[in-house]
Structure formats: C-alpha cells, structure tokens
C-alpha cells in the first residue's frame, strides 16, 4: 500500500532570471550565485524529468493535493508555449483522488491577454509580489535602471482583477507583500483593500539572519499589529490575510493551521524547490544562508520523491522546523511559533539554534492576536489550554 501524503507542495522555478532587481531579493542579492549558474529557464528536457518525476511520486505515494509553485526568477520570463507545453504534461499526471493546483508568483509585469488565457485554461491561481504603496514598493522593488515598479506590476494586478470580473480568469488574483518595517502596516493594510480592491494576501517578514544586522524587530511588530488591527476593524470574512488566518487558528487550537516553515510544520505536509536545472533543494529561502542545508539533494532525472523525502537534507530540515531552540523553552508562545520561520533563526556560528531574530515582534504580534480574541468572547481558558497544550 502506498503511504499517504496530505498535501506535496512542490516550488519549481520556471526561469533562474529576472526582469527586475529587487535589492532585497534572497535568489540574485543575498550573496547565492546558483541562479546565475543555473539555465536561464526550464527546459523541453527539464519538463519531461520534472513530469516523469510526478509520474512517479504517484506510483510512490498516495497524494491527497499536489500544489506546483511556480517561481523564479520571474517565471513568465518563460516562453508561453513553453509554459503551455508544461501544463499540458502536468494536466497528464493527474491521479483519481488526487487534486492537481497550480499557482504562480509574479511581479506582474508581463501580465498581457495571452498569459491571461494561458492561466484560465490551466485553472492557475495567481498571485503579485507588491510591497505597499507606491512610495513603500519603490523603495526596495527597482528594475535594472534603478527605476520603481510598483505603477508596472499594478497594471499588471489590475489586468487580472479584470479578468476575472469578466469572468476570464476562475480566482481573483492575491497580493504578496514583504513588510517593510518603516512602513505603516495599518496603511499599507488599507492601501490593498481600498486602493487596489485586493480581497486575498499574505505579509512576508524578510528572510532575515542574525548574520544580516541590523534587523528592525521593532519595526516588524509595529507593522503586524497596525495591520491586525485594522484587519479586526473591518471584520470582513471575505479578506483573507493568510498569516493572520494561520496565527489566530493556532491561538485557537488548530494544529492544522499552518505554513511550511512559517509555523511549526504539520503532519502529512511537505514542501520543496525545485530549480530550472531539475535540482531538488529544501526550503528556497535557505538559500542565502550558505549552509550545508541548501545542498542540491538530487536531480529529478534520476531521485525518486521518496529519495528526496528521506535525504539527510530534508530530514535535518523538517527536524530543526520540529525542535524548539532552548531559548524558547519557558515562552509561552512556543506553540504557536516555534522559534520562528527557519531562515531567520540562522547565524553563522549557531545554524539554526537560535530564536528567530524576529521574536519581539512575533510576541507583540501574538498578544495583540491573543487580546483581540479574548475581546471576541474567546474563554480565556481555551486560550490558556492551546498555550499550554
Ligand atoms: S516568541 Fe520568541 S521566544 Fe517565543 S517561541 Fe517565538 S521566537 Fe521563541
């Protein structure tokens, strides 16, 4: 009998380049060269390894949803026959009882009509990388001449939104955003929602080392909480904030609730990258770290999905997500956190022993959470007994 997996998350980069240069960005301006080595996208021959490989992950394992990520770079830097090429093989893979989701990350740049019909036929949820507003975005997200993006990639936002008004596209495009810990989270919160009518987002805290000082903890809490606020103000189910979803249902005993290496892993769940050469890595934003970790674990051509599963690599990955650092031991948001996202617990001379370095703001975080449910009616020893469960 095959073993069962609940959920295979899957990031496979399209294209290893981009068409913008954020000055943040973990893959060109952490200090990694793998992109650079790397082909400039997928090819034909990736295509076929990538999709025999999925033939036999399903050969391998009982998979409840096979979500593909696809990522760069800036993935519609790929041809778009090639794309379409892709999707037809991966359509091909599918297995009764298993559901096949396909999304895609973009700086929405070349979004056009043809992509836009390239994503209805494929059924692909997209999602665009937009920090705030204009003047947040075009601190950090230039182009090549040092220019900002943010009126480019709200065209291209705006061109899905209608798309999907009309009824070409199945889901409303989301937002992803990295907080900016000088910016104002309660603006930029309302900046999506009232200015660009965005109904599904997440905020992403940077990827963060201890080796990248100084970190703006302070900043990070401020935001999370102007935003939390005024996300509970509104008090509208239809605005989903994923890292607000996922915290307030871990607050509220969920041990389901959760985002690979955002929160404490959950059972029968696995992610992994896989890059435009075929290599199989662990968790993309390990990349910048340097560490052994982000060693390539092998080649979809030739390693089956039980040989990645149980490579060194991804063991020591799942285990450091699993173990709790001493120095969060007598915290009493351990539950819920975990020490934090495994990127920002990283320092040179300690791996990943270390709380992350955005722990003030993961607590203020937390409370503010914790305070507003109890507001809500929440019992305060439901809330005691999820923290001390
Ligand atoms: S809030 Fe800080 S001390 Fe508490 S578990 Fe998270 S990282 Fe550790």
Redesign the pocket.
Known sequence: MRTRIQHLEIILKLSERCNINCTYCYVFNKGSSISDEAPPALTEAGITDFRRFIDRAHDEYDIGTLQIDFHGGEPLMMKKQRFAHLCDELLQTRRPGSTLSLALQTNGILVDDAWIDLFRRYDVFVSVSIDGTKAVNDRYRLDKRGRGTYDRTVAGLRRLQAAHRDGRLPYAPGVLSVINPEACGAETYRHFVDDLGVRGFDFLLPDDSYDDAPVDDDGIGRFLTGALDEWIRDGDPSIRVRIFHTHLARLLGAADAGVLGHTPAVSGTYAFTVGADGIARVDDTLRSTADPIFDPIGHVADSSLGEILSSPAFRQYEAIGGQ??E??ES????R?????RIVNRFSRQQRFDR??V???A??RF?SRASSHLLNMGLPEERLMSTLES
Request: proline share 5%.
């Open positions: 709790l650092p120095a969060c915290c009493i948001w351990n819920v956190c975990s020490g934090g709380k992350t955005y722990c003030g993961t607590r937390l």
